[in-house]
């Protein structure tokens, strides 16, 4: 029983709640507390709902860098890199960097004020000096040499936690920088003139390769220069990507590496062979022309994606590229329905697009003179790079009346335009696993898609972006893009844990927009200017996400 109880001492009311018990067949008070006067009481709930005139709120971006804290702790980085490099401070500044870098597309310039202002000073207070000049002293403590012992230690950490790699996805893809090197200079190496996946042609590229486990979290990464064709690219890393994943304790059998027809040849993949290391790759049209002019009627189904998309496909033996392998075409409707739309969009846009050129091109204008090179230079920005070879146009020049006139003719060739459209929906599979089912095949080979999503994490500004590389000779880019593909694993490794406690895989880019909102309150009151901080209210995900990741751990009181 539970009651409110009156003690009169000398002349004066005094009130405590009560709370009795049987006890061992007796009835006992078993909580007694002391409420105060009735005057206390009244005034103690007067005070509740008035704001104090020193009351002072202060909101810090609270969930990105708790998050990036959470996978430190676990990951162990910033112990690594200070055991690697041999100090603490350069393992703080780094730890710094991918919690700011991953907050908002902050540079090394802004290092230093974007730490003055966030809640990391206060979490973190012993942070060495982030200065611009500072920084680039850490970084040039990053040798090739301990970068490699830190990525090792690392992957080494991961095995440990049960993350042993055995599929491997690996892809490539180049990034742009703002400078034009000189050839001649031995330190500036890796930004070349190449093919930019971003179609920014003006730009010299930086490429990068990395190797991902079947939970896409990065085991390997190489800087390459940016004019390195793919081809040549996969057979000088791997080697060096083997020889890693070896160190790790995976059994050369054991190990299946997944790669697109980009870096296909004769002696990579003979390569791979002397490795007794086994493949999933695809091929191009053109290898296999009669498989993929099959009728429908050739396909069985094989399974429904997670989106309610059926998968259809059959399979063949077939030697190519020197390897007895095996082929399995597979066929999403919903794909070729999207490839089909895309398509009739480009088409339309080129010869539009053309014809509105000739036409321009026919009459005299003013301003700068045209010439053939820039009337071609106007098509080819026309040209989807996917489906260049199915549109043509010509672009000739003739004196007429004292001005150029030019001819500019835009058409598409039939016969591709057929045999591209046959390919719509399909996906050409080859790979040496024999043993495998079709299915598993075919769903091994799709799983490369996560690939995108982790480019599409190091190419956007928000979220953890490798560009703008504003540095200038090969190690401090090396070591910025060592950096951000640590941002990615942390990423990664954020979104594993939270799929492992909630049962719920969220995309990247939606689990940083829920980190974002997580915000934490500073509470200054009273004549001592006592600060207290305070977890904002939370709802739905937000609240799982630091239930699932113990973030409250990182409020800092």
Known sequence: MTFLYRKHQSGQDYWYIRKTARVDGESRTVINIYLGTAD??????????????????????????????????????????????????????????????????????????WYEESLLKMIIPDMPDLSTRSYLRYMDRLTPECVADIK??????????????????????????????????????????????????????????????????????????????DVTLFSQVIESMINQLLKLGTVADDLIFVFDKGVNSEDNLAELADKKVHFVSSLKRVQVSDLVERPLSSFKKLYVTANGEEILGFRVNRKVMGIDGVIVVSYNDAARRRQRIDYRRARKRFLNGGKEIATNMSKKHRGRKSTVQSVTERIEDLLPKKWRGVFKYHVGATLDDGFTKFTVRAWVDKKKEKSLK???????????????????IVRTYLARSGMEEDYHVLKDVLLFPVMPIFHRIDDRIRVHTFLCVIGLLFYRFIQLRLEEKTKVKLPIERMVEELDRLRVAAVTMGPKNDVRFVLEKRRGVGNDIVKALDLQRFVPN
């Open 40 to 113: 206390q009481i009244l005034n103690h709930f007067k005070s509740r709902s008035r704001i104090p005139d020193e009351l002072e709120l202060s909101s810090y971006s609270f969930g990105t860098s708790a998050a990036v804290l959470a996978a430190d702790k676990e990951l162990g980085f910033s112990d690594i890199v200070s055991e690697s490099a041999g100090s603490r401070s350069t393992a703080l500044a780094l730890l710094a960097f991918i919690a700011g870098r991953s907050e908002k597309p902050v540079s090394k310039n802004g290092m230093d004020e």
């Open 152 to 229: 090792l230690k690392l992957a080494m950490k991961m095995v440990s936690m049960g993350y042993k790699p055995s599929l491997v996805f690996f892809d490539l893809t180049n990034f742009s920088t703002e400078q034009q090197p000189d050839l001649d200079d031995s330190q500036r190496t890796l930004s070349r003139c190449g093919h930019p996946k971003n179609g920014d042609f003006q730009a010299k590229l930086v490429g990068l390769a990395t190797a991902s486990t079947d939970q896409h979290l990065p085991v390997f990464h190489e800087v390459y220069p940016g004019n390195m064709a």
């Open 422 to 440: 046959s390919g719509f929906g399909k996906t050409i599979i080859f790979t040496d696993k024999s043993g495998w089912t079709d299915e598993r």
